[in-house]
């Protein structure tokens, strides 16, 4: 037999994907591209008041208007419960969270502009909307309470009038008494307070949902733009409308992007589902982008305060971080895990600090939810961190790439326990900052720092040494830290009679490219071509169950549940083989799609045992069952810990204070990397949020609680002209507890930018004795700082 | 009030009642069921509904269908030869020029008229000339790499 051409479509090759040719042809198949027959279209009343009493709503004028089909309030929705939360934090004197009620729609009560009031179902669109202007909704207009110092003061107006403050949860992590030691008696401390920016997470596709109910079968069907479809089914079927999840079917189809945004549990979800019932056709909802900006979660918004104390060597004593982190007027899915679990875990960063202390309190304000976006916690501590250490080098004098070397745990002293709970399996933090340095030219920059300056330019260079935590687990300390679901995934892969492979994974691509990096991991281990491999996601009818993707945990977690169910499937192929090659399965090994027996010539290929697994008529039936599936779950014993050295390199116009990227690096490591086309395209897209945030992005609601910043007008996305190239690098340190050895990289790039870009910026300015600026850091801010210094 | 219509979309000739103030984004999606034609914003800013009309590239939410009365129209859906795609939407895909794909559509329809006016566009053209379509994936570095690359190929042919 002549040796099999290599695939080439296995762990490691960048091979083009699967799904492209769809999308690039206008031929996904995203929510709003869905019409259904008889499908009618809701439209939502919302809120312009950020804080009032309802005093009443009058539908009348509305229901009678053309076309319409009902009108629906929280009268309507008496019989179900409110939106949960999925995660329950607990405060420092062990007192659960303040969990205030958040209905489906306004019950008496709006808390911030957007709040949704009512909707309106007509048989189109434009009927709908119409008709929705004359909902007439009597309000009393209240005070709202917008910043978040003044919502925790004394006597502040109250947000949820049943609660005893605006203080969701007062959390702490980490000794305190140790941290105030050490900060008391140190040789030196840096100080600074900083404002991570709160911003929009605008996936390019608005939110959609529709609510198909099937009066025959009593089933309902919600397609819905989500990252976690049977997360969804869990939430809405069992705590929001109490619908038996046999009944309740959750399509996730093509999904236009998510960055954490598309994982909670939303209003219109159960609102189309209930309504689709009530007026007997199926109702669909589709967000416009201003709608998207006042009733999408936002992601960061926090106010800290950091304490860094060093001895006399540059050596990092002690780390004191005091946050206050905005939850908005209600708490979403996941939101209190944000600014806790998933931030002051990661402070310890990639140094040996030995002592931290955390405090941070949520909360409440009369402004859209926070939640996750794309980092959800660790760009917040990385950008901490990474500024704090930055400043202590300019106030030390030492070296800040020598300052951060004097204090990375060392690459022998993995694992590594950190003072804030965590255990680093693995890493080598030296290495990707020397990659980092080496790639960006580092004994080049005051060359070229002279070369921009002779141009009118102030030349900047920053680096940021991020660690993250992906993968979130495993499930049962996630549950006694508050966390209310599982954190496995599941995988069944199902060989079919001839050979190809059905793949259904409870991870959800929506944009990851999880159809080719999935087929790879099956194409490397079964030594199929990727053709013959089927990657089935988003469809609760479909893939057994599944938590979805968000936390890079896509590869780390879902991967290895395939990773797990492809080597039941290679052990139950070599039973099958041995009863054909009449040989002990132990002795049959398998390798590139064949199975044979070592020493001998005898083999059997995988398209064959694939057969008879399925025509069993020369089979172990005694001692087999037939066919070739097999599911698993899996539970990960750690998070991972991509962490990463990014540099760049600025140049402000000494004019205009406008400030040009000019080369940015980021050197990662995210463990085993299955297709580095599309890990290096992750990371792009990362740096690019993180960009935003540092440069551009930033959600500003004025006193009267009105997001001013609520269209593409007036929030600034970065565009292809305000964006550098990126390069990338990679050093691999294989993740010690999962199958396949890898680590996550969705998020890392929005993780560890945001201070590379601020550190760049202020070391460019320098000579204008500025410590701090901040995000985002615009052309206006710049230019204040030079011209105050220079007038 | 309705208005008739008639125009041609991707090759075939289309009438059509309409009522006037319907979008041709909406005409396209709802009507044509060219879905493949995005609605990414409501203030004409994000380019995911980027068309050509009579062979200029025009964002789709900022004309009436009323407008596009005997008007050549040209969508994504009509770009490839079948399965086949044309030489920038394989760049597109060589260089992993998209990711959730939503934005993709405008890009490849603007990418096409950046190429016809500008046969060989440099890097800070591309970017320049990308000033209409946003994209919250990619960074945009891939996609410059694609137009670039679709360019080429396309002068080549």
Same mark, same amino acid.
């Given at each position: ?84 939360? /999925? ?13 205030? $009620? ?40 209240? *005070? ?255 070296? *800040? ?72 687990? *495993? ?66 009818? $479909? ?78 039936? &005694?001692?087999? &069952? ?24 600025? &140049? ?99 993780? /560890? ?39 | ?157």
């Amino acid at each position: 037999m002549a040796a099999a051409e290599p695939l080439n479509t296995g762990i490691g090759d960048s091979v083009t994907r699967v799904e492209d040719s769809r999308f690039l042809r206008g031929l996904g198949n995203y929510v709003d591209d869905i019409v259904l027959p008889n499908q009618a279209y809701a439209v939502m009343v919302r809120s312009p008041h950020a804080r009032a009493t309802i005093n009443g709503i009058d539908t009348s004028a509305a229901a009678a208007a053309n076309g319409v089909l009902a009108v629906l309030t929280a009268a309507d929705f008496s019989a179900y419960g409110g939106l949960p939360c /999925g995660w329950q934090v607990h405060s420092k004197d062990g007192e659960p969270m303040t969990e205030p $009620k958040h209905p489906i729609l306004a019950e008496g009560a709006v808390r911030h502009v957007g709040d949704p009031v009512a909707i309106v179902i007509a048989q189109s669109k434009t009927l709908a909307r119409k008709a929705a202007a004359l909902v007439d909704v009597n309000y009393t207009d209240l *005070p709202p309470m917008v910043d978040m110092q003044a919502a925790v003061a004394d006597g502040a107006e109250l947000v949820h009038s049943d609660t005893p403050s605006n203080v969701c949860f007062d959390w702490e992590l980490g000794d305190e008494a140790a941290a105030e030691a050490a900060i008391a008696s140190a040789a030196h401390v840096t100080r600074l307070e900083l404002v991570n920016n709160r911003l929009v997470p605008n996936a390019m596709e608005p939110r959609s949902a529709i609510g198909d109910y099937n009066s025959a079968t009593g089933e309902h069907t919600l397609y819905t733009t989500s990252q976690n479809p049977h997360v969804i089914r869990l939430l809405m079927g069992a705590f929001v409308l109490s619908l038996p999840e046999h009944k309740l079917r959750v399509v996730a189809p093509d999904v236009g992007g998510g960055f954490g945004s598309k994982i909670f549990h939303y209003a219109e979800e159960a609102i189309v589902t209930v309504a689709s019932k009530l007026v007997g056709c199926p109702v669909k909802w589709t967000a416009d982008r201003s709608e998207a900006f006042i009733s999408d979660a936002h992601g960061r918004d926090h106010l800290t305060t950091v304490e860094l104390a060093l001895d006399d060597n540059g050596k990092f004593l002690a780390l004191r971080a005091n946050t206050l982190a905005n939850m908005g007027a209600y708490l979403s899915t996941f939101a209190p895990a944000v600014p806790t679990y998933l931030h002051g875990t990661l402070l310890a960063g990639t140094y040996t600090t030995p002592a931290i202390y955390t405090n941070v309190k949520g909360v409440f304000t009369n402004t859209v939810a926070v939640d996750a976006y794309r980092g959800a916690g660790r760009p917040e501590a990385s950008y901490l961190l990474e500024r704090v250490v930055d400043l202590a080098a300019i106030e030390t004098g030492i070296d *800040p790439v020598e300052l951060r070397r004097r204090n990375f745990i060392q690459p022998d002293a993995f694992p590594y326990d950190t003072p804030v709970a965590l255990t680093y399996d693995t890493g080598n933090y030296q290495a990707t900052l020397d990659l980092a340095l080496e790639r960006t030219d580092a004994s080049g920059f005051e060359a070229r720092k002279a070369e921009s300056a002779s141009r009118g330019k102030l030349r900047g260079r920053g680096l940021a040494c991020y660690i993250e935590a992906c993968g979130i687990a *495993p499930s049962n300390i996630a549950g006694a830290l508050g966390a209310r679901a599982g954190l496995y995934e599941a995988a069944t892969v199902r060989v079919n009679p001839t050979g190809s492979v059905t793949v259904l994974t409870g991870s959800h691509s929506h944009g990851q490219g999880h159809e080719t990096t999935f087929a790879q991991v099956v194409s490397d281990t079964l030594g199929i071509p990727l053709d013959n491999v089927d990657i089935v996601h988003g469809d609760t009818g $479909k893939v057994p169950f599944g938590m979805g993707t968000y936390g890079s945990r896509s590869i780390a977690v879902g991967g290895a549940a395939l990773a797990n169910a492809l080597d039941k499937i290679v052990l139950k192929g070599r039973q099958i083989a041995a009863h054909l090659m009449e040989a002990s399965a132990d002795d049959v090994v398998f390798k590139d799609g064949q199975f044979s027996i070592d020493g001998t010539d005898k083999s059997v290929g995988f398209g064959d045992v694939a057969l008879t697994a399925y025509v069993p008529h020369n089979f172990p039936l &005694e001692t087999l &069952e037939p066919g070739l599936e097999e599911t698993a779950f899996y539970d990960p014993k750690n998070f991972t810990f991509p962490a990463g050295a990014y540099i760049c390199e600025v &140049e402000i116009d000494k004019e205009t204070g406008v400030i040009d990227i000019v080369d940015f690096h980021a050197s990662d490591d995210f463990g085993n990397i299955i297709n580095p086309m599309i890990v290096e395209g992750q990371v792009h897209g990362g740096v690019a949020q993180g960009v935003g945030q540092a440069l551009m992005e930033g959600a500003v609601y004025d006193s009267n609680g009105q997001l001013v910043t609520g269209s593409y007008m007036d929030y600034c996305m970065p565009r292809a002209d305000d964006l550098p190239n990126v390069t990338v690098s990679n050093h691999v340190t294989a993740c010690t507890h999962n199958p396949l050895g890898v680590k996550g990289c969705g998020e890392a790039g929005a993780i /560890g930018s945001p201070p590379a870009v601020v550190n760049a910026v202020i070391n460019a300015l320098g000579d204008f004795g500025v410590k701090h600026i901040d995000m985002p850091v615009t052309a206006h801010k710049v230019w204040s700082i030079m011209n105050a210094k220079n007038a | 009030m309705s208005v008739s219509v008639s125009m041609t979309v991707n090759g075939k000739a289309v009438a059509a009642e309409v009522a006037d103030e319907t979008l041709l984004v909406t005409f396209l999606r709802d009507d044509l069921r060219l879905t493949g034609t995005h609605v990414g914003c409501d203030t004409s800013q994000c380019g995911a509904c980027t068309i050509h009309v009579n062979g200029s590239a025009v964002k789709a939410c900022t004309m009436l269908v009323a407008q596009a009365d005997g008007c050549e129209i040209d969508t994504i859906e009509g770009v490839s030869d079948g399965e086949t795609l044309h030489p920038m939407q394989q760049a597109f895909k060589d260089n992993h020029g998209l990711q959730c794909g939503f934005c993709t559509p405008g890009m490849v329809m603007s990418a096409l008229d950046i190429v016809k006016n500008n046969p060989s566009p440099s890097e800070q053209d591309v970017r320049e000339a990308l000033e209409g379509n946003l994209c919250r994936c990619t960074g945009y570095t891939n996609i410059v790499r694609s137009i670039l690359a679709g360019a080429k190929d396309m002068e080549a042919r």
